[in-house]
């Protein structure tokens, strides 16, 4: 058969992320992984047991949750934005989505028609880019000032407007880089936004978790703003909930609109387990979020100690939120590309055939260690490995013992 494809398919490229993971679980016995970025966390116990109580007894949670979600589940998170600083009605300008993830896809589809520019600080999380190009969008992109702690140049950002611009899209705190923008960068962004008439994507799947005093800022909190800010949030990493798939969109009502529209044809609404479960996490006690975060805080610690002891090898800036470190390789072996690498890049799009992709094969087939090729995140990202402190300590030690013996055999 001929197998033919939409154009839009085939600019899309498979995740790098999940691609290392994968040959990894086909190839690799008693791996380990700084790749995916899954906290190890288990569910709380009392999302559990508040859960297996709705299962029983509630008569719908086996039904659709029609509309922009479960209302009183939209009222409480408005809730949690309240105590941030932000004001929204939730029933007009909140729909709960699959996850941030899902979230972002529907509005960029619904807003982002083919030649569209967008503007991407970069590096940026890979899905941002995908999704883009997807729309039939062209990322611009603006790199981050990576001596300054990744800190976003926002002269670039408004030197790279022009006729064709319809949004801009942050990641705060970053994923892949591990920075937290501050305030006076974020509030220049949202005025070079709102002056041009530019959408503001702010994808804030990290915001509960950042470390040494610095805060996270929405631009949600800016009333003036408001209009064309587009804000994604998830409980999937503040309270273990990854694989529920559940987030919000938060938007003026026009956007809703278009966005719903969006979902209703793509996935018709959020599973309605996860919402009633994401219901139970924002009503119930928040002692764990605490916890995570200083457990978290001590795997950076370690995280940051190989590193230091990889100094020669690769350099890096100190991630101040999220749970990623984005190293630049400055030095690795002088030798030539395991056999089972060099086979498996051939089946990595062109583009992302880089020195950071070979390293990362390399790591995976030599050292069993899986880390993600930097250059999935955007150009700037070329020459990084995206390292995850998110596993277990003794992961993360193992990991860096086997790089550490390989890089120096």
């Known amino acids: 058969m001929d197998y033919r494809f939409s154009e839009r398919t085939e600019k899309l490229s498979p995740s790098l992320i999940r691609q ?3 040959f990894a679980l086909e190839d690799i016995s008693g791996f380990v992984s700084l ?12 999302i559990s047991r508040g859960l297996a109580d709705k299962l029983r007894y509630d008569p719908n949670i086996n039904k659709y949750a029609l509309g922009r979600g479960l209302s009183e589940l939209n009222s409480e998170f408005a809730k949690k ?10 029933e007009r300008e909140v729909l709960t989505t699959t996850g941030s993830a899902g979230g972002i896809f529907c509005t960029l589809m619904a ?41 976003l140049d926002t002269e670039a950002i408004k030197n790279s407007i022009g006729n064709k611009t319809k949004a801009i ?19 220049k962004v949202g005025e070079i936004a709102r002056s041009n008439g530019l959408y503001l994507l702010e994808d804030n799947a990290y915001e509960f978790l950042t470390f040494d005093g610095r805060d996270h800022f929405s631009l949600q909190s ?143 087939y030599e050292a069993g260690v899986v880390t993600v090729p ?12 995206r390292l995850s402190f998110a596993g277990e300590e003794s992961d993360i030690q193992e990991a860096f013992d086997r790089i550490n013996n390989w890089l120096r055999s």
């Not at 934005?81 to 939730?90: A, F, P, Q, V």
């Not at 899209?169 to 509030?187: H, I, M, Q, Y």
């Not at 795997?299 to 100094?311: F, H, P, S, T, Y």
């Not at 930097?374 to 070329?382: D, K, L, N, R």
């Open 20 to 22: 290392m993971y994968n």
């Open 35 to 46: 790749g995916v970025g899954v906290p190890s966390f288990p569910l709380p116990e009392h």
């Open 81 to 90: 934005l309240k105590r941030k600083g932000i004001e929204i009605d939730s």
């Open 111 to 151: 807003l982002v028609a083919e030649g569209d520019e967008v503007i991407i600080p970069d590096p940026a999380y890979s899905n941002h880019i995908e999704c883009v190009r997807f729309a039939g969008g062209i990322p611009i992109y603006t790199p981050l000032i990576e001596n300054e702690e990744w800190r």
């Open 169 to 187: 899209v942050l990641c705060n705190p970053s994923n892949p880089t591990g920075a937290v923008f501050p305030e006076e960068d974020l509030r």
């Open 222 to 364: 800016v009333s003036r703003d408001r209009d064309n800010v587009i804000s994604f949030f998830t409980p999937s990493k503040e309270h273990a909930m990854t694989g529920f798939r559940v987030g919000w969109v938060v938007a003026h009502p026009k956007v809703i609109d278009k966005v719903f529209a969006v979902q209703d044809q793509n996935y018709i609404c959020a599973p309605s387990i996860s919402q009633h479960a994401a219901l139970v996490a924002l009503q119930g006690p928040q002692d764990h979020v605490n916890g995570f975060r200083e457990e978290l805080a001590r795997r950076r610690e370690v995280m940051c100690q190989g590193l230091d002891n990889l100094a020669e090898f690769l350099n890096y800036q100190r991630p101040h939120g999220a749970y990623y470190v984005f190293p630049r390789i400055i030095r690795s072996r002088d030798t030539e590309i395991n056999e089972n690498a060099k086979r498996r890049l051939k089946e990595i799009p062109e583009r992302f055939r880089t020195r950071d992709t070979e390293l990362a094969l390399d790591l995976l």
């Open 374 to 385: 930097g250059i999935s995140f955007g150009p700037a990202g070329e020459n990084h490995l």
